[in-house]
């Protein structure tokens, strides 16, 4: 072969310097065939600083060969610009057999400059287009290294090769992807401090998006209550002093709240459709804790049976804050005490099939110091007696429904997924949309939110480290069943809708898991053809085990499954992930200024003690017992920043980035956004004229991940 002479030649373009190789070639060389090109294809994201002016590399892997290392660049041309799409010609002497892997490298160019690689596809020479989901970022000097994008088990892969490779992978994300115990009795979260210790790729585009410090003062400016902040500690005048703040936050359910919240009726529906929908109980047998004789509660019968005959016919519910019994409250400002309660409140269900309080008792101990308040009882004990149950359910509500049960959780399910799921297994695929942004929401969250001294403190009773000890106490009943929709809706006696006709919670959420059960279900059996599959699955289980004996930290009473023997047990595991993370996180998170807005209604905290006998209650008292003007401002910020739908929010069925390329996958997320399109319709049909519209399950207000 004749001499050959390669020449650098340094060309700029736009704002960087790109580098060809100029080859000359001599004497017989020209009687050779030219070499065969594969066509790359490249796309990088949209999001926020996604392009990169550094310098990028390929290598193609095939079955026979690899491809020398190429630098993706065009001459006069600025690439990888942030949403664009580039084309290269990569050259190679002989076919490389079919292709396996593509390598991928950064190296800077100036500084180092992150860039986001949505995928890479390539043509070969014969025609054939093979696809490598990418999705994540190339930081530093750091290479990445695709597979293509058929979901693998590990059985599937036969070549030593791709099982290195799968190897490597989950070694590196395991000291990647660390277990620390933020606090004792936790389930574990990641091992980082702050945000910006996160890798790259599960951060935020924009971590001032979700800076929960500017966001809660952004709210609070906006919310035109910024201006109460130099009275922080003075307290209301009366009722219609709360309404002043009415003038910019007000919406349906909000305004409709602050005008009826004194009612019985809105107080007992809001334990079927509020924040907090989870609670309620059907009731078979008083507590001890709790004498309620049929001789107080006469009178709200409407039936012409005692309380027990009631209680027989089903027609009792109960609600018990047994969980906030002995959690300290917040003492974090020594100027003003706070007060936690851990009230029961025992309801009843009249003719027309509506809930109502009857009977409401503060403490857990029975006692002349503990009374049991009654709607017969004076206007104002009655009152105060059912904004202490409303500021219990609160604390519940922020710190075990919302917090524990689906943020830290989803979190847990996040990090073993990372841990034990390569990204060419179907699992990682199916998952990866419904953990976005978790891990970064929580990391964000116990550096500025829950941490000491945090916005948690500024508001909260249960701040100042009482929302740890609930938490605690709390997991100590949570159980993997209680994860089951269906299972926790039946094991608290309210499956019924001849019993509960207007519990749109129940309802919407039996929809939307079965519509996602079905969809689990559907992508499972494409790549599980059978149970001795799931078993074999050594990488499934590994993330099974992961889950129970590190994120739960093998606590016994949780009652996780640690392996898992048939393809329904695996659809029931992964449906649980999706719909905590999807549906559950939506119907406990974004009501939350719809129902917490107006504070009479939701007190983020008590400024007086229990009533121990009735007869002290008055406006005065009230209004004392309420959270002062500063408290008030920053739980509005906190409702009104929490309960704000992301920018370009993707929701439920919204599956953008394609790790599947197989089609009956594609078949079965066509079916699954059907089937959640038919649900939307029919909530909005039922929601019309509706006073009180319940939207919260809706899929179409369904995120895919918990992300605020």
């Given at each position: 072969m004749g001499d050959t002479i390669t020449?650098?030649?340094?060309?700029?373009?736009?704002?960087?310097?790109?580098?060809?190789?100029?080859?000359?070639?001599?004497?017989?060389?020209?009687?050779?065939?030219?070499?065969?090109?594969?066509?790359?294809?490249?796309?990088?994201?949209?999001?926020?600083?996604?392009?990169?002016?550094?310098y990028v590399y390929i290598t193609l892997v095939g079955a026979d060969r690899c491809s020398q290392r190429t630098l993706l660049d065009k001459p006069l041309y600025n690439d990888f610009e942030r949403g664009a799409v580039d084309s290269y010609?990569?050259?190679?002497?002989?076919?490389?057999?079919?292709?396996?892997?593509?390598?991928?490298?950064?190296?800077?160019?100036?500084?180092?400059?992150?860039?986001?690689?949505?995928?890479?596809?390539?043509?070969?020479?014969?025609?054939?287009?093979?696809?490598?989901?990418?999705?994540?970022?190339?930081?530093?000097?750091?290479?990445?290294?695709?597979?293509?994008?058929?979901?693998?088990?590990?059985?599937?892969?036969?070549?030593?090769?791709?099982?290195?490779?799968?190897?490597?992978?989950?070694?590196?994300?395991?000291?990647?992807?660390?277990?620390?115990?933020?606090?004792?009795?936790?389930?574990?979260?990641?091992?980082?401090?702050?945000?910006?210790?996160?890798?790259?790729?599960?951060?935020?585009?924009?971590?001032?998006?979700?800076?929960?410090?500017?966001?809660?003062?952004?709210?609070?400016?906006?919310?035109?209550?910024?201006?109460?902040?130099?009275?922080?500690?003075?307290?209301?005048?009366?009722?219609?002093?709360?309404?002043?703040?009415?003038?910019?936050?007000?919406?349906?359910?909000?305004?409709y709240v602050m005008q009826h919240w004194k009612e019985d009726f809105m107080f007992g529906y809001q334990f079927l459709n509020g924040c907090n929908p989870v609670v309620i109980e059907k009731c078979t047998k008083l507590p001890d804790k709790f004498p309620v004789t049929n001789e107080m509660v006469a009178i709200s019968l409407e039936r012409n049976l005692t309380l027990e005959q009631e209680i027989e016919a089903g027609n009792i519910y109960i609600?018990?804050?047994?969980?906030?019994?002995?959690?300290?409250?917040?003492?974090?400002d020594p100027c003003t005490l706070q007060y936690l309660?851990?009230?029961?409140?025992?309801?009843?269900?009249?003719?027309?099939?509506?809930?109502?309080?009857?009977?409401?008792?503060?403490?857990?101990?029975?006692?002349?110091?503990?009374?049991?308040?009654?709607?017969?009882?004076?206007?104002?004990?009655?009152?105060?007696?059912?904004?202490?149950?409303?500021?219990?359910?609160?604390?519940?509500?922020?710190?075990?429904?919302?917090?524990?049960?689906?943020?830290?959780?989803?979190?847990?399910?996040a990090i073993a997924m990372f841990r034990q799921l390569p990204a060419v297994h179907p699992v990682f695929k199916l998952l990866i949309p419904h953990v976005r942004f978790t891990i970064a929401i929580n990391t964000k969250a116990r550096e500025q939110l829950i941490c000491e001294c945090g916005i948690f403190d500024k508001a909260n009773a249960t701040g100042g480290g009482?929302?740890?000890?609930?938490?605690?106490?709390?997991?100590?009943?949570?159980?993997?069943?209680?994860?089951?929709?269906?299972?926790?809706?039946?094991?608290?006696?309210?499956?019924?809708?001849?019993?509960?006709?207007?519990?749109?919670?129940r309802d919407d959420g039996y929809?939307?898991?079965?519509?996602?059960?079905?969809?689990?279900?559907?992508?499972?059996?494409?790549?599980?053809?059978?149970?001795?599959?799931?078993?074999?699955?050594?990488e499934i289980q590994a993330f099974v085990k992961d889950v129970c004996n590190f994120g739960m930290q093998g606590f016994d009473s949780c009652e996780f499954p640690k392996t898992l023997k048939s393809r329904d047990e695996l659809t029931e595991f992964l449906t649980v992930i999706v719909f905590t993370a999807s549906a559950q996180h939506a119907a406990v998170n974004f009501g939350q200024y719809d129902w917490c807005s107006w504070i009479p209604n939701a007190p983020s905290t008590m400024r007086r003690p229990p009533p121990h006998k009735k007869g002290l209650a008055n406006v005065t008292l009230i209004i004392d017992s309420l959270p002062d003007r500063g408290r008030s401002s920053w739980h509005l910020g906190a409702v009104w920043a929490l309960s704000q739908y992301q920018e370009n929010e993707l929701y439920l069925g919204m599956y953008p980035d394609e790790h599947f390329i197989e089609r009956p996958v594609k078949a079965a997320m066509e079916k699954f956004r059907k089937a959640l399109a038919d649900i939307s319709s029919a909530i909005k049909r039922r929601n019309e004229g509706k006073k009180l519209p319940y939207y919260n399950m809706s899929p179409d207000k369904i995120p895919n991940s918990v992300a605020v």
């Open positions: 020449a650098l030649v340094l060309l700029s373009s736009g704002e960087k310097a790109c580098v060809c190789f100029v080859v000359v070639f001599f004497g017989s060389v020209f009687s050779q065939s030219m070499p065969s090109s594969y066509t790359v294809t490249v796309g990088t994201g949209s999001q926020w600083f996604a392009g990169t002016d550094d010609l990569v050259s190679v002497e002989e076919d490389l057999g079919e292709l396996v892997l593509v390598k991928l490298e950064k190296r800077k160019y100036w500084v180092h400059d992150d860039w986001y690689c949505r995928y890479i596809s390539v043509k070969t020479p014969a025609g054939d287009n093979v696809e490598f989901p990418c999705y994540r970022w190339l930081v530093d000097d750091k290479e990445v290294v695709l597979r293509d994008g058929r979901a693998h088990l590990p059985e599937d892969d036969k070549m030593s090769l791709v099982k290195q490779h799968r190897q490597n992978e989950l070694e590196t994300r395991r000291k990647t992807y660390r277990w620390m115990e933020w606090q004792p009795g936790f389930p574990m979260s990641i091992d980082a401090n702050r945000h910006n210790d996160l890798p790259r790729d599960i951060q935020f585009d924009s971590e001032k998006g979700v800076d929960f410090v500017l966001n809660y003062s952004k709210a609070i400016e906006n919310l035109f209550v910024n201006h109460f902040m130099h009275m922080f500690q003075s307290s209301w005048s009366d009722f219609a002093d709360f309404e002043r703040i009415f003038l910019r936050i007000r919406n349906t359910i909000s305004e609600a018990d804050y047994e969980v906030l019994d002995g959690i300290k409250p917040n003492c974090t309660a851990a009230p029961i409140c025992l309801l009843y269900k009249n003719t027309q099939k509506k809930i109502f309080p009857i009977a409401i008792q503060l403490g857990q101990t029975p006692g002349e110091d503990n009374p049991i308040f009654l709607p017969t009882d004076a206007q104002h004990d009655w009152l105060l007696a059912k904004i202490w149950v409303r500021s219990a359910d609160f604390q519940h509500h922020q710190t075990v429904t919302h917090l524990l049960r689906t943020h830290l959780i989803s979190e847990m399910f009482g929302h740890v000890q609930l938490v605690q106490k709390a997991m100590k009943s949570l159980t993997f069943r209680s994860l089951c929709f269906p299972d926790m809706i039946k094991a608290r006696g309210v499956d019924s809708k001849q019993d509960l006709p207007t519990y749109f919670y929809k939307v898991w079965e519509a996602t059960k079905s969809f689990v279900s559907d992508v499972v059996n494409v790549y599980y053809t059978s149970d001795e599959k799931v078993q074999g699955d050594e």
